[in-house]
């Protein structure tokens, strides 16, 4: 069973840092875009991102949790899920605070009324996600600590 949870716990953390990669790939072309094109995109290509991306950081959470429980007696591998876990709670929080209400206001956005301030917002949406690839790395990265530190 641990070892399922092990895997379970690193894939979906390796998916979710996958898709923060994503993010910081997109800030390039997407800040070479003028407004009505940028808004084309970005509505039309993150359109699944949040329910999608959402469930699967839930279930790294979960499967990161119970990681960290069932090598509790072990020296290391508890402590490396946990903050894990507690990167991706941050993850999680940075998107609920102040990614989702940048990503609602552009959904309402329309390409003939664009806001004078929506390339600060764009930039700000970005810098976040970059904030979250590199949590997404540490935990991870931490997961992966934890399985080598099983040995």
């Given at each position: 069973?641990?070892?399922?949870?092990?895997?379970?716990?690193?894939?979906?953390?390796g998916l979710v840092t996958?898709?923060?990669?994503?993010?910081?790939?997109?800030?390039?072309?997407?800040?070479?875009?003028?407004?009505?094109?940028?808004?084309?995109?970005?509505?039309?290509?993150?359109?699944?991102?949040?329910?999608?991306?959402?469930?699967?950081?839930?279930?790294?959470?979960?499967?990161?949790?119970?990681?960290?429980?069932?090598?509790?007696?072990?020296?290391?591998?508890?402590?490396?899920?946990?903050?894990?876990?507690?990167?991706?709670?941050?993850?999680?929080?940075?998107?609920?605070?102040?990614?989702?209400?940048?990503?609602?206001?552009?959904?309402?956005?329309?390409?003939?009324?664009?806001?004078?301030?929506?390339?600060?917002?764009?930039?700000?949406?970005?810098?976040?996600?970059?904030?979250?690839?590199?949590?997404?790395?540490?935990?991870?990265?931490?997961?992966?600590?934890?399985?080598?530190?099983?040995?």
């Amino acid at each position: 069973m641990n070892r399922l949870v092990e895997f379970l716990s690193i894939f979906l953390l390796g998916l979710v840092t996958g898709v923060s990669f994503s993010h910081v790939l997109q800030r390039g072309p997407k800040a070479s875009l003028a407004g009505a094109q940028f808004l084309a995109v970005h509505q039309v290509l993150l359109r699944n991102y949040g329910p999608v991306i959402g469930a699967l950081e839930v279930a790294a959470l979960l499967s990161t949790l119970a990681m960290a429980t069932l090598a509790w007696r072990e020296p290391v591998v508890p402590f490396l899920a946990m903050l894990a876990c507690g990167c991706v709670v941050l993850m999680v929080i940075i998107w609920a605070a102040w990614i989702n209400p940048i990503n609602k206001l552009v959904n309402s956005w329309a390409p003939e009324r664009l806001p004078a301030n929506w390339t600060d917002l764009r930039d700000r949406w970005h810098s976040l996600h970059m904030v979250r690839l590199a949590l997404s790395v540490i935990a991870f990265s931490a997961a992966i600590g934890g399985v080598f530190a099983q040995g």
